[in-house]
């Protein structure tokens, strides 16, 4: 995905003088401007980028807001019980998750690019050809040996058991297809990112600190004529080369950044009211809630029905053994030799299940150690540069970037 860099010296400067007009493709750095601008028609082709920040409106916290993301306190993670994190129904989308269905519906949407795992756009009903889970997600599951492919269902059914899924072809531990930092981003993401972006007209990028590579180096890839729009809590991709400029301070040639300090649920609403959307984006995610309401309620009624259904099967198991026991005496010498099998059975089992768990653990480790922790950048530091690896960006190579112009 990363073209490879020209030097230094062959290097055009890209950043103009202080004589030179700067074009102002925005009027200001205001959410109206980019109103104006979608409302004169000269957006068609959108990309949407987002982070954690679009959910936690829903209840899933990110990584770094202080006092509240994960980085911060692991032990406030309010789920009502851990698995929950695997249980899509619990969390539902937000507003700012609708506006994306709501763009796709004028027309105006190219695609919308999450940095998300947790499969709230898809719940929206987007359109997944719309939709570019760049670091993964749990819709789908895969076997870390040897890449065969496992329904997510069965591997829910495994966790909400705490039991580990393994693999039917090769016995390997499955995994849901998130990307761990250091791994490769699905290939759909280079592909997609490769083409869209020199056509897209106007980036909104939402709820996103822009510190993990290669998605916050997406900024800089729309045509310098781009309007992009940032919609967050903090500031951020100032310090990213080519990132965003909202006061003039890097003298790009064009005025095209525009920020909105706030709540993405805040921001989307405003800006769907200044085109004249807004009533519809409230419209579509009222629906949407009710949609989900009720598949939660038919999910339950399933589980509810399975569990009873196995409990009756469960009795009937029972009454089998009872009459198993009858038979007992005729078969005693039998039963110890089968006993003896199964104990054997069981420590080999168990021996493997150690292994499965330790595998599990470092797997686990290796999450932690590098996704939920504040040691990521030298984890990262040490990962061997593939193509597009996923990592944290080192703040000091972006600064040292930013206060050589000429370097990009
Ligand atoms: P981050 O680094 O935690 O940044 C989140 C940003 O969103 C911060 O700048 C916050 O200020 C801002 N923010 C938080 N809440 C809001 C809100 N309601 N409105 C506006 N802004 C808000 O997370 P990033 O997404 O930048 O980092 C990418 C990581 C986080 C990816 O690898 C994800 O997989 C990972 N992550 C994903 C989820 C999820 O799937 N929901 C949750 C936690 C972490």
Not at 167 to 183: D, N, Q
Request: glycine share 6%; proline share 5%.
């Amino acid at each position: 995905m990363s073209a490879p860099r020209a030097s230094v010296k062959s290097r055009p400067t890209r950043i103009q003088g202080e004589a030179e007009p700067r074009v102002p493709v925005l009027k200001d750095a205001s959410l109206e401007s980019v109103a104006d601008f979608i409302n004169q028609g000269k957006a068609k082709n959108i990309i949407v980028m987002s982070g954690a920040g679009i959910s936690t409106a829903a209840g899933i916290k990110d990584f770094r807001t202080p006092g509240t993301g994960l980085y911060d306190d692991l032990k406030r993670f309010n789920l009502p019980y851990p698995q929950a994190v695997f249980d899509i129904s619990f969390f539902k989308p937000t507003l700012t998750h609708y506006f994306l269905p709501l763009l796709a519906k004028k027309g105006l949407l190219l695609r919308s690019y999450t940095q998300n795992i947790d499969m709230l756009e898809r719940l929206t009903g987007l359109d997944p050809d719309l939709l570019v889970e760049s670091h993964g997600s749990f819709a789908t599951s895969k076997c870390i040996k040897c890449d065969t492919m496992v329904d997510s269902d069965i591997v829910k059914k495994h966790i909400l058991k705490s039991e580990i899924p393994h693999c039917k072809k090769c016995g390997g531990l499955v995994k849901p297809t998130i990307t761990f930092f250091g791994e490769e981003l699905p290939p759909r993401f280079g592909t997609l990112a490769m083409v869209d972006f020199k056509k897209c007209d106007l980036l909104i990028v939402l709820g996103t600190s822009l510190q993990v590579e290669p998605f916050n180096r997406l900024i800089t890839r729309v045509p310098e004529s781009c309007p992009r729009l940032l919609i967050n809590r903090e500031r951020a991709g100032e310090d990213i080369y080519g990132g965003f400029d909202f006061n003039g301070k890097w003298k790009y040639p064009n005025v095209r950044d525009a920020l909105f300090l706030g709540s993405c649920d805040e921001g989307t609403r405003k800006l769907a009211k200044l085109c004249g959307w807004e009533d519809e984006l409230q419209a579509m995610y009222e629906a949407g809630n009710i949609k989900m309401q009720e598949a939660e309620e038919l999910e339950a009624l399933t589980l509810a029905k399975e569990q009873e259904e196995e409990e009756k099967a469960g009795t009937n198991v029972k009454g089998g053994s009872k009459d198993t026991k009858d038979t007992k005496d005729t078969k005693d010498t039998k039963d110890t030799k089968g006993a003896k099998d199964a104990k054997n059975a069981k420590s080999a089992k168990d021996v493997k299940d150690t292994k499965d768990s330790d595998d599990l653990d470092s797997l686990t480790e290796r999450f932690q150690a590098t996704n939920l922790s504040s040691t990521t950048e030298k984890a990262d530091a040490k990962k061997d540069s593939k193509e597009t690896p996923y990592k944290v960006a080192s703040k000091t190579e972006s600064k040292i970037k930013n206060s050589d112009p000429s370097v990009k």
